[in-house]
T-cell receptor, first 113, second 113 residues
Framework: SAVISQKPSRDICQRGTSLTIQCQVDSQVTMMFWYRQQPGQSLTLIATANQGSEATYESGFVIDKFPISRPNLTFSTLTVSNMSPEDSSIYLC??????????FGSGTQLSVL | GENVEQHPSTLSVQEGDSAVIKCTYS??????FPWYKQELGKGPQLIID?????GEKKDQRIAVTLNKTAKHFSLHITETQPEDSAVYFCAAPLKAAGNKLTFGGGTRVLVKP
């Protein structure tokens, strides 16, 4: 399976600021995704990161709040903009290997004060 | 609506006993069912998966069973060990989610030594 490196692993941020999370994969992958995991909750898909074009966002998530870049087949970033305490979550990068298997990075634990 | 339901939400077992987690899904067209294990501070790890053309799959102490008619699948962990303590998530692709994986609510498993 692909090795997925995500950074930072954790951060504490002030309300109103933005944080950019990076995801690096050790091989080229077609499908990359960003998930949010609120405290004690399950995994919710934020968006599909499309290489060379705008990301595809799920219901309830918008580009202004969560801009995503995908400049090539091995790298993507997720920015959490104008943060509030409600944004405190784990943010996870994931890739689909082949047809269906989904693998996750180690996550970014974000706390907003 | 279309969803994946997971039970129980918490499970406490004595070391050496078995643990069973069950998930039900709503989309009869779903054909791939993975299970993930998430340890504290880490991203979810794919531990076993099953496709709809088989009824059971086993990998050492873990097994997954699938009942397509009843639309449910279960994770079985035998001879539990303290390192099995984690949160476990099931998932299934749902048409309503564009055939992307939808995750169950998670089961927190505690193995008592």
């Amino acid at each position: 399976s692909a090795v997925i490196s995500q950074k930072p692993s954790r951060d504490i941020c002030q309300r109103g600021t933005s944080l950019t999370i990076q995801c690096q994969v050790d091989s080229q992958v077609t499908m990359m995704f960003w998930y949010r995991q609120q405290p004690g909750q399950s995994l919710t898909l934020i968006a599909t990161a499309n290489q060379g074009s705008e990301a595809t966002y799920e219901s309830g998530f918008v580009i202004d709040k969560f801009p995503i870049s995908r400049p090539n087949l091995t790298f993507s970033t997720l920015t959490v903009s104008n943060m509030s305490p409600e944004d405190s979550s784990i943010y996870l990068c994931s890739v689909r290997d082949g047809r269906e298997k989904l693998f996750f990075g180690s996550g970014t634990q974000l706390s907003v004060l | 609506g279309e969803n994946v339901e997971q039970h129980p939400s918490t499970l406490s077992v004595q070391e050496g006993d078995s643990a069973v987690i069950k998930c039900t899904y709503s989309d009869s067209a779903s054909n791939y069912f993975p299970w993930y294990k998430q340890e504290l501070g880490k991203g979810p790890q794919l531990i076993i998966d099953i496709r709809s053309n088989v009824g059971e799959k086993k990998d050492q102490r873990i097994a997954v069973t699938l009942n397509k008619t009843a639309k449910h699948f279960s994770l079985h962990i035998t001879e539990t060990q303290p390192e099995d303590s984690a949160v476990y998530f099931c998932a299934a692709p749902l048409k309503a989610a564009g055939n992307k994986l939808t995750f169950g609510g998670g089961t927190r498993v505690l193995v008592k030594p």
